[in-house]
């Protein structure tokens, strides 16, 4: 059974830093692009970065560029959000996605990725 669980959730304070975890079960992670999205109550899901299949290449949605980073460990099959500098509007629930890598690039379009993790509610509040 094909399965990414999602890990590292958490409420932290404005300006704290969390890393969340995706891990995959069931298959190999190395052969994907891996897209990390939020959904905040009420809003749209929405990108917040992505990673390539082999690494080499990550996006950032502009409104967590130069706080959170994506990357992956191939090694242990799992792939990382680090996000720093957090703010009470990044509160939402993150969740990971496994899409083929079609593309030189990883995407930000949901329909690019079939398999879906639960999510991870990630609350930032002092």
């Known amino acids: 059974q094909l399965q990414l669980v999602e890990s590292g959730g958490d409420l932290v304070q404005p300006g704290g830093s969390l890393r969340l975890s995706c891990a995959a079960s069931?298959?190999?992670?190395?052969?994907?692009?891996i897209g990390w999205f939020r959904q905040a109550p009420g809003k749209e899901r929405e990108a917040v970065g992505c990673?390539?299949?082999?690494?080499?290449?990550?996006r950032n949605a502009d409104s967590v560029k130069g706080r959170f980073t994506v990357s992956r460990d191939n090694a242990q099959n799992t792939v990382f959000l680090q996000m720093n500098s957090l703010k009470p509007e990044d509160t939402a629930v993150y969740y990971c996605?496994?899409?083929?890598?079609?593309?030189?690039?990883?995407?930000?379009?949901?329909?690019?990725?079939?398999?879906w993790g639960q999510g991870t509610q990630v609350t930032v509040s002092s």
């Open positions: 996605a496994a899409g083929r890598p079609l593309l030189p690039i990883c995407l930000f379009a949901k329909s690019g990725y079939d398999y």
């Open positions: 069931g298959f190999t992670l190395d052969d994907y692009s």
């Open positions: 990673v390539r299949s082999s690494g080499e290449y990550t």
